[in-house]
């Protein structure tokens, strides 16, 4: 398992070998499935209910974003990258805006960095409240699903004041911001942090010492830091291996140098190390957001920048510790208004390859965990 | 309470034992003649409770329809159906299937007309109340336990068949 | 005429069930009445199951149909019956059809030996508890029928589930039940029953419910039992076979409209009657709380009061829900449904306390709530708790619950004869 060098693809037109009288069961997961997360469609090959390997069938969601980037202007793309990971949309939006600052060699006045830091955290525990809830509705715990909903929906009202829109925010201009805060911004924030926190300690108690929760996550999907490196894999699956590796600490970005904060890491790379990395994980960004909401400078919310962007030849590429993994955006530019190609680098379709490696041997019911574990978003996966 | 239309109702389980029977023998497909066959055995303990033995048909249903026969089921469905189909199910060997059940067929005759003393004359009455406490007596009861060392020696035996199925579908221990 | 009429009232002074006195035109009231009961039952659990599940995930359930969505479950069965009966083309047709009504059917008849008093059951038979669990057993075939006559990988992995399942637990669930059986025998003469009505009058007798006989040995096959029926009956954390997330919804996957509406019957009445074995078995069955220690007129005036004050109490409800409904038009019909119903309900209520009425009521009433709590209990897992893996639900049931199941029996055995032997030293 742990070595990636045993790590082949499934053949699946060799014929099914019979197994006493019983045959191997290839079975279609999805893309019509309840806990695909979406449009996501898994072959599995069973051995009654041991998974001897399984394949991933993907593009049901294809929608051409990185070819559409390339008849837009740097501009009108902005919208078009939150429609990828649609629960982390601020996200998807800081990055790319990020990557077009850097190309344009300007950066966004500090006032409107502390905002982006604000709401980017803000979705990061919106983006991990809702993979909780559908987590533990896979492994069969319906009650945390409205509870994650009920305080996501608190996140989304503030969204919702700020920009008008609650999930496909559009919240980040390239340069800088287009809104000024809405009076009371602040304290919707800190009135939030309040009301988060003990939240957080009641999705715990619902699952982190409950018998069945950890004989269902503990020792499932175990992925090793070298093999997670190997297949590019990125974010809390990363961390919970052990690899202390999060983007915004490693190379920071956005103002993140400024906030104190830890990166949690776990030890053997099971599920249940993947839960717990989030499960802190969000209480950091808790703590992130109390810093950043008691630290907006003033000042303005916009950079310089040209109405018509022309950035200079050249390419550039830059990610981010998005809440799925690394979002990275490769953009070149021919010095017209358009990209001449935009490359994302989605986390959630990283992380899918390391799926077969997890599941191998384990049982079907793992491998809905195991899906549900990578926390992926098929919006992203087939862009 | 007074028995009703008992043969009518001896000969419609009798018949229904029957059809399944054969309906177990003539299905291609497994699966429905296990269905046959469990329908057969819910038959005999209708049977069983005809007799005044409500224990054993109780025990008749919740261990061979409701135990075994699903063991038997959740084994069969696995088999693929269209191979079995296509299969021959019967041997040729006519001949010496008609010898050996005119064999059977002669031993039970010869049986019921020599051995008419094994049979006792006239009905036997059974009290339908304590049906399971008179089993109980019988087996392992302090005056009358006659069965106590058969009871036990068939135990030893079905823990014995246990281990070694154990034993045989375990490939280490 | 005249010997008719004594035939239907010969049994009314009669002190046994109607099985018992061998009257047939009684019988067949009682059978109509346990099955009415029965779909009534099943109607309140569904709506409750929805509302209290609901209310436990901060929702707040069905609230459109009726008022508080009381005709939900009404409309959720007209749509049922409506809907197109879809059967899949390569399906093994007769057994497809054949399936949900041996579910139902083992599910409904095991309710003829459910003691709701001393004399409210069908009929009392010598081996009432084996016959409950020989038939409650009969429905895996049901289940394992349909998942493989629908010719689809789903359902066949969700029978194949279940049939595993129901078999393991069956075995731990009958050793629980063995060692509550023993418990019967623990009197004079040394015989035990295992008639349901035997069974709740050696409670009686004995002078406790049978949780608490031999402490903790009650309380530890109670325990296992009370595992067991859960895993019997599919439910949460054992609702593999039905696994929505994993197997879309396991053996019925191919059902649809009426078939499918069988097997939710199936369902929830079998949760019942697993429920009730429970009861029978542990809580004293229809006796209420205390017979012995709070005996007297009094106490018998005031737990007799119970029925009357429970209904009481729901009718209070939907008054105080009434008073809270809102005051546009557009509710008019709701507001005045929802008083009307807890009008009907405070008139059972006094019915409840008509003296005559009173005292007849109280077993069935005592038995009725009693598993009621039972139900509340299955609602209450399913807001709780994940579900279990394949491989660790039968790690529970044979490596945990079949050991202790053992061992409780054995100990049973021997503290059983022992107390029996030594009076003193167990009931002093």
């Not at chain 1, 409240?129 to 409205?146: C, E, K, M, N, V």
């Not at chain 3, 919804?249 to 409209?257: K, L, N, Q, R, V």
């Not at chain 3, 005292?359 to 005592?366: E, F, G, H, N």
Request: charged residues 15%; aromatic residues 12%.
């Amino acid at each position: 398992m742990t070595d990636s060098k045993t790590f082949s693809p499934l053949d699946l037109d060799t014929p099914e070998k019979p197994y006493l009288d019983a045959n191997e069961l290839v079975i279609n997961m999805g893309p019509q499935h309840p806990a695909t997360h979406g449009v996501l469609r898994v072959i599995l090959r069973l051995d009654g209910e041991k998974v001897l390997g399984l394949e991933c069938v993907i593009g049901y969601l294809h929608r051409g974003v990185e070819k559409i980037a390339e008849n837009r202007t740097y501009t009108m793309f902005n919208p078009y990258v939150d429609r990828m990971d649609y629960v982390a949309a601020v996200s998807n939006g800081l990055g790319y805006c990020e990557a077009v600052e850097k190309l344009l060699n300007v950066e966004a006045p500090p006032r409107a960095q502390y905002i982006r830091v604000i709401l980017t955290e803000l979705n990061r525990i919106a983006s991990h409240q809702l993979w909780l809830g559908t987590h533990a509705l896979d492994i069969g715990a319906i009650t945390p699903l409205f509870y994650t909903f009920r305080d996501r929906e608190e996140i989304l009202k503030i969204f919702e004041k700020y920009c008008g829109a609650r999930l496909t925010t559009h919240a980040f201009r390239i340069g800088g911001l287009q809104y000024e805060t809405y009076n009371g911004f602040e304290q919707d924030v800190k009135n939030f942090i309040s009301f988060f926190k003990p939240k957080i300690d009641e999705y715990e108690e619902l699952l982190t010492t409950n018998r069945i929760w950890l004989e269902r996550t503990k020792g499932v999907g175990v992925i090793s830091g070298k093999d997670c490196i190997a297949l590019g894999v990125t974010g809390p699956v990363l961390r919970a291996s052990g690899v202390k590796w999060d983007i915004r600490k490693a190379q920071p970005y956005a103002n993140y140098k400024n906030f104190e904060f830890e990166i949690p890491t776990g030890a053997s790379g099971d599920t249940y190390d993947r839960y717990m990395v989030r499960m802190i994980e969000m209480r950091q960004s808790v703590r992130i957001l109390e810093q950043a909401v008691a630290g907006i400078p003033e000042g303005p919310i916009m950079a310089k920048v040209p109405k018509v962007m022309k950035p200079p030849v050249g390419e550039v590429y830059h990610s981010i510790e998005a809440p799925k993994g690394e979002l990275g955006y490769f953009i070149v530019s021919d010095g017209s208004t358009q990209p001449y190609r935009v490359r994302v680098r989605p986390p959630s379709f990283v992380n899918l390859q390391a799926l077969d490696l997890m599941c191998r041997g384990q049982l079907v019911a793992d491998v809905i965990a195991v899906i549900g574990t990578l926390d992926i978003v098929l919006g992203e996966v087939d862009r | 309470m007074a028995p009703v239309a008992t043969p009518f109702f001896f000969y419609m389980l009798s018949g229904i034992m029957l059809l399944g029977g054969i309906v177990v023998i003539t299905r291609k497909n497994a699966v429905h003649s296990a269905l046959a066959l469990i329908v057969t055995l819910l038959a005999q303990a209708a049977l069983y409770l005809m007799l005044y033995a409500p224990f054993v048909a109780g025990v008749q249903i919740i261990l061979y329809a409701g135990g075994i026969m699903v063991l038997f089921l959740f084994v069969i469905m696995l088999i693929s159906i269209e191979r079995s189909q296509k299969e021959r199910q019967f041997n040729k060997q006519w001949l010496v299937g008609i010898a050996a059940a005119a064999a059977l067929g002669g031993l039970f005759i010869a049986v019921y007309t020599k051995g008419k003393s094994l049979f006792p004359e006239g009905q036997l009455t059974y009290a339908e109340a304590g049906n399971t406490q008179a089993v109980a007596d019988l087996l392992y009861g302090p005056h009358s336990g006659m069965y106590m060392f058969a009871f036990e020696i068939a135990s030893l035996l079905l823990l014995v068949a246990i281990i070694g199925a154990v034993v045989m579908a375990k490939k280490r221990i | 005429m005249q010997e008719l009429l004594n035939y239907i009232s010969s049994y009314l002074s009669s002190d046994q069930t109607p099985g018992g006195a061998g009257n047939f035109l009684w019988a067949l009231i009682y059978i109509l009445l346990v099955f009415a009961g029965l779909s009534v039952a099943v109607i309140a659990m569904n709506w409750l199951e929805r509302k209290i599940l609901a209310h436990m995930q901060v929702r707040l359930g069905p609230m459109r149909v009726g008022p508080h969505g009381l005709l939900q479950p009404f409309a959720d069965a007209l749509k049922l019956l409506l809907k197109e009966d879809i059967m899949p083309d390569e399906a093994d047709k007769l057994i497809f059809w054949v399936a949900p009504f041996i579910v139902t059917l083992a599910a409904f008849t095991v309710f003829v030996v459910v003691p709701f008093g001393p004399t409210h059951a069908i009929t009392d038979m010598n081996i009432g508890i084996l016959f409950m669990l020989g038939v409650s057993s009969l429905s895996v075939l049901g289940i394992v029928m349909a998942g493989w006559a629908s010719n689809s990988h789903y359902p066949l992995i969700g029978a194949l589930r279940s049939s595993a399942q129901m078999v393991s637990y069956e075995v731990a669930m009958g050793l629980a039940v063995v060692s509550a059986i023993l418990m019967t025998s623990l009197n004079q003469q040394g015989t035990g029953t295992l008639s349901m009505i035997g069974i709740v009058e050696a409670q009686q007798a004995q002078g406790t419910w049978f949780v608490f006989k031999l402490f903790p040995l009650g309380l530890i096959a109670f325990f296992i039992f009370a595992v067991a029926m859960v895993a019997e009956t599919n439910r949460a954390p054992f609702d593999l076979p039905e696994a929505e997330s994993e197997l879309t919804a396991g053996f019925h996957t191919e059902y649809s409209g009426f078939r499918w509406s069988l097997f939710f019957l199936a369902e929830y009445s079998a949760m019942i009657a697993v429920s009730s074995i429970a009861v029978t078995l542990w809580m004293g069955g229809w006796l209420r709380p205390f017979p012995n220690a709070l005996s007297g007129s009094t106490w018998n005036l005031v737990f007799s009061l119970f029925p009357g004050i429970t209904f009481l109490f729901l009718a209070g409800m939907c008054f105080y829900s009434t008073a809270r409904m809102p005051k546009h038009p557009y509710f008019r019909i709701q507001t005045a449904g929802l008083a009307i119903f807890g009008a009907l309900l405070a008139l059972i209520a006094l019915v409840l306390f008509i003296p005559a009425v009173r005292v007849r009521i109280q077993d069935i009433y005592w038995f009725c709530i009693k598993v009621a709590a039972f139900m509340y209990l299955y609602i209450w897992y399913r807001g709780t708790f994940p579900r279990y893996r394949f491989d660790q639900l039968m790690k529970v049931g044979w490596k945990i619950l079949l050991p202790m199941g053992l061992g409780v029996l054995i100990l049973t055995a021997f503290f059983g004869l022992w107390s029996t032997t030594h009076t003193n030293l167990w009931h002093p």
